[in-house]
């Protein structure tokens, strides 16, 4: 069968995706098409590209970048800026890996969709990329003046200063080049900062050249819209082209029969003395679906659970604080494994790598416990089956999953259709020995290991920056005074390109929808309220395939400040330090054997009415119908009967969890600043920032030394906490599931809540310290998180819908403008809770600090003075209709509505909101300058960052915390 310039290579139907599949090839050019057709709305397609690098230049990153910033057809300076401004997109993004490249969009709406796709097809093959787009994107000489200071500069060249600041990331990155020596995974397709400045317009030009033609793409279509018309639109793109041969093949990596060792340095604060290690296996093909899935499994009985052993032993070493490495990779070519250890003593990397290896072998010796063996396979083949990709489209996933496969010209059906390599597993698992014989193949006799020891260097951050600056200052005075004007030059054409605004015409191609597409009326979440005794039952009816997901909630309104820090350990020790009737190993295994999952969290939000904090700890699970008794019944073993007396392992979980916390403050700077801006606008900002901030993290480093010191005391606490929190009074249970699943575990639940402790407590009030006018929060990093914020409803701003509209725009216009493409941040947004007023404005991976205040100060007259087209305006409402109407899995609509009927955010509120805000006009952007302009002389802020950020704080009077 022949259509549109394809022919059809096969077709199959794919149970477990409820989908139909067909495979094309065009005729002409050889490119590849994977169509899927089913009843999800929320249609995804891709194109991606192999695109191994040859070097560490970043010059796929830098390219992922650069064609997105304009092309043949839609000649704007960043079209894919103007569709996240106004399209209904669900997802809309493009990555790099390192060896292809993807970009993929989704949208529920088909007309948004088709827009998407044209944008994006015309975007990598007709690419612009001129020079400038290249030195924007890619890196630069920003000079002012001939004899100035000049710096490097580059959208990437940050973000990648940003990525080599976080150790992190510098552990997975050298674990992986570890085990592929002289190989492409052996290098960063990222881009090394001091290798991207290598990098030349013409290399960059040829990449393109070479790897960005469709007899190298791979094409990907999955949802409810037409197939014909998919083929019909890629054919007429690739009717301009002829066939090309590629080499872009990704070599098999040859075992090696030495294992490596390997130290590498980071990037330390001052006095931190610990180090990271991971010890790393290069495994076997991803395509096996057989091995890759008893491998998943492997991964889960070695480290998913509590009391897996390979876990326990790291944990319970005192080695180290928590475990590192990524586990099972398994997205190129070949997999591989990688584990270890954080806060270590450096000198004790082989000490954990024997510990590793000693640990395996006495589990391939002493055998594999059967119930291990039953959790494992649960847990991997529930979500094969839910296939809950949070707020990823399903699509996507099913992309990325087929890409790992179908890139190396493997089957891209080879993980998906996974019922026969699942009950491949089963049979062999029952024949016995199964995974100690994988422990042994693949960890034990595998002699292709490398030990990577990344070690503190406390100036090597300074050594970088002097190095960079004596780099340009060897440039600068190369050069002859000409010479030096000529890039001075160059400099001010950039600037001024960057702050040219598009064109009306050039604006006007891009395709948008216009009001008259969008619908008028919100889509309402089924919900069904009811008491239980004293409890109130929510109940959402929704299509689960089986599933029920549940949320119990416990009011916190009676936990005094002083124990608030406590409540996620409480949390956590509740689900992992075994109870009456199993000790936490045995605990952790049913956890895994019965269910999808149980967890404990915090949930602060503010109520429509009155600004009043809702405070909950929320215990939430998920099961099959089957299971469904199961659930029900550890939830009730827990809660009644977890066991708080084992010092020993709650010290180990507290230091596991402040080391989660440290590790994920430069990477998330931004969550820590807008979570510190937010804790003095509101007292459930508060809440959120002591159970998750920088106060979390002071309390954490506290609690470390008081279960040395003093564990009967935190064991009263937490025996307290049990009290004042697990009771019914105020409690609220939430289910979300079709309605054949309910019947089965309404009756459950209900048994549940109607057991739990009737204990009285009075509600606490707590009283929040003031934080801080203007704060900075200092890390060892080269890159900055600025932010600044405050309460629009204490300044008098009365909440009205357009203000969404406004935000989307400032945030993609003016904010992306002058923080991103002028300030050379890799980010910056603008947030407002209309529940509680609380406004941030927070940057991303940002080299300033002082110029991004000034920014944000000038939103005020920006509103005031931008004269906003039809277009503009229009492109903003749709964009911020697109937000509110999110496209979630069943379990986030769930949550979602449990989360409105909590706040009071009712159907006739949510109605009245979209209304004005599909009747905003710029006359709204004009009133809300007026609000802003209180911020700007108001606002706290609030930096986390390093390098000239000391100085900052101290000539304006700062009040600087040395957090790392
Ligand atoms: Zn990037």
């Known amino acids: 069968m022949q259509l549109h310039g394809f022919e059809l290579i096969d077709e199959t139907n794919l149970e477990e995706l409820s989908s139909r599949v067909r495979r094309w090839r065009h005729v002409v050019t050889g490119a590849q098409l994977l169509s899927f057709c089913n009843a999800d709305e929320n249609k995804v397609f891709g194109v991606s590209f192999r695109t191994p690098p040859g070097d560490s230049t970043g010059v796929a990153h830098i390219l992922e970048h650069s064609v997105l910033c304009g092309s043949e057809r839609y000649p704007v300076k960043e079209p894919f800026v103007e569709l996240l401004k106004g399209s209904l997109q669900t997802f809309l993004n493009a990555f790099t890996y390192p060896d292809k490249t993807c970009y993929p969009v989704a949208s529920t709406n088909l007309q948004d969709f088709r827009n998407l796709v044209d944008v994006y097809l015309d975007a990598v093959f007709f690419p612009r990329i001129d020079e400038n787009i290249f030195r924007q994107e890619g890196w630069h000489i920003d000079a002012e003046t001939a004899d100035g200071p000049w710096n490097y500069k580059g959208v990437v060249y940050n973000e990648m200063k940003g990525v080599y600041s976080s150790p992190e990331s510098v552990l997975s990155e050298q674990s992986q080049q570890a085990i592929f020596p002289e190989h492409v995974y052996g290098l960063d397709s990222g881009g090394n900062p001091e290798r991207i400045l290598e990098l030349t317009y013409e290399q960059f030009r040829d990449f393109h050249r070479r790897f960005y033609h469709p007899g190298n793409g791979r094409f990907f279509f999955w949802g409810d819209d037409p197939e014909e018309a998919r083929l019909e639109h890629i054919g007429r793109v690739l009717s301009r082209f002829d066939r090309l041969d590629v080499d872009s093949a990704v070599p098999l990596m040859g075992h090696r029969d030495t294992p490596r060792l390997l130290e590498v340095p980071f990037a330390a604060g001052e006095g931190d003395t610990r180090g990271m290690v991971t010890v790393n296996w290069l495994l076997d093909e991803t395509v096996d679906a057989e091995r890759n899935f008893a491998l998943h499994m492997l991964e889960h009985i070695l480290l998913g659970m509590p009391g897996s052993p390979l876990r326990r032993a790291l944990i319970e070493s005192g080695l180290g604080e928590d475990v590192a490495g990524v586990g099972l990779e398994a997205e190129l070519r070949q997999m591989y494994f990688s584990v270890g250890l954080k806060g270590i003593d450096p000198a004790d990397a082989e000490r954990v790598e ?31 089956r839910e296939n809950n990709t949070g707020r990823y489209p399903r ?146 009816d929704i299509d689960t395939s089986g ?25 956590r020790a509740l689900l992992e330090m075994g109870t009456a009737r199993h000790d936490f190993v045995a605990l952790g295994m049913r956890i895994a054997a019965k269910t999808g999952g149980i967890e404990a969290d915090t949930l602060f939000a503010t109520t429509r009415a009155g600004r009043k904090p809702v405070a909950h700890m929320v215990v939430s699970g998920k099961a099959t119908r089957d299971n469904a008794a199961a659930l029900v019944d550890i939830m009730h073993e827990v809660l009644h009967e977890a066991l708080f007396d084992d010092a020993e392992r709650f010290g180990r979980m507290v230091l596991e969890e402040k080391a989660r916390q440290e590790h994920s403050l430069v990477p998330s700077g931004h969550g820590v600043v807008s979570s510190r ?118 300044l008098g701003y009365a909440y009205h819908g357009s203000v969404s509209v406004v935000l989307k725009h400032l945030r993609m216009a003016f904010l992306w403008d002058r923080v991103r493409v002028q300030g050379g941040a890799y980010g910056a947004f603008c947030a407002f809770d209309r529940m509680s007023g609380a406004f941030t404005q927070v940057s991303y991976r940002d080299p300033n600090v002082e110029r991004t205040l000034d920014v944000y100060d000038k939103c005020a007259e920006y509103l005031r003075t931008v004269e906003l087209d039809d277009a503009a305006l229009t492109s903003a409402i749709v964009g911020a209709i697109g937000d509110l109407d999110m496209h979630m899995l069943p379990d986030a609509r769930g949550e979602a509505s449990m989360l409105r009927h909590l706040t009071g955010d009712t159907e006739d509120v949510r109605q009245t909101m979209r209304e ?46 040395r957090v790392l």
């Not at 510990?355 to 979500?383: C, H, Q, R, Y």
């Not at 089963?426 to 030990?451: P, Q, S």
């Not at 599933?547 to 949390?571: C, K, Q």
């Not at 549940?752 to 929060?777: I, K, R, S, Y």
């Open 916 to 961: 004005q805000m599909l009747a905003t006009t710029q006359r709204h952007f004009r009133e809300f300058a007026d609000v802003l302009d209180a911020v700007a002389r108001t606002g706290r802020v609030c930096v986390l960052g390093g390098g000239s950020l000391d100085a900052v704080a101290a000539t304006r009077g700062w009040q600087a915390l």
């Open 354 to 384: 024997v510990l590793v290896m000693d640990t395996l072998a006495s589990l391939a010796e002493e055998g594999v416990p059967s119930d291990a063996i039953e959790a494992a396979f649960n847990s991997v083949e529930f979500s094969l």
């Open 547 to 571: 599933i029920v997901y549940s949320e119990l909630l416990f009011d916190l309104s009676a936990v005094p400040a002083r124990l608030l820090p406590l409540v996620p350990l409480f949390g």
């Open 677 to 794: 801006l937010r804790a003095s606008f509101s007292m459930a900002g508060w809440l959120d920032e002591v159970t998750g901030g920088i106060t979390y993290l002071m309390a954490l480093r506290e609690l470390a030394e008081r279960v040395r010191d003093d564990w009967q005391g935190v064991r009263d606490d937490l025996e307290t906490l049990r009290t004042l929190v697990l009771r019914r009074s105020g409690a609220l249970c939430n289910l979300t599931a079709d309605s054949a699943t309910a019947a089965v575990a309404m009756p459950l639940f209900d048994g549940l809540v109607a057991g739990l402790p009737d204990t009285a407590a009075d509600a606490v009030v707590w009283a929040p310290d003031a934080l801080p006018a203007a704060e900075a929060l200092v890390v060892p990093a080269q890159v900055n998180y600025v932010g600044k914020g405050a309460n629009l409803y204490d």
């Open 395 to 540: 699509g996507l996933a099913v992309m990325v999953r087929s890409l790992t496969t179908w890139l190396y010209d493997g089957d891209p059906l080879a993980l998906l259709a996974f019922e026969k390599p699942l009950a491949a597993i089963r049979d062999a698992i029952a024949a016995g020995g199964y995974f100690e014989a994988l422990i042994r193949r693949c960890f034990l006799d595998n002699a292709h290991r490398a030990t990577v020891s990344l070690v503190p260097d406390m100036t090597l951050e300074a050594r970088r920056e002097e190095a960079e600056n004596k780099r340009i200052e060897k440039v600068q005075s190369a050069l002859s005074p000409s010479d030096r004007e000529a890039v001075v030059s160059l400099a001010a054409t950039l600037r001024a390109l960057q702050e040219a605004p598009d064109s009306p015409e050039a604006l006007a191609t891009i395709p948008r929808l216009g009001l008259e597409d969008l619908a008028r009326e919100n889509r309402p979440i089924p919900i069904e309220e009811r008491t239980s005794g004293d409890v109130t039952v929510l109940f959402h």
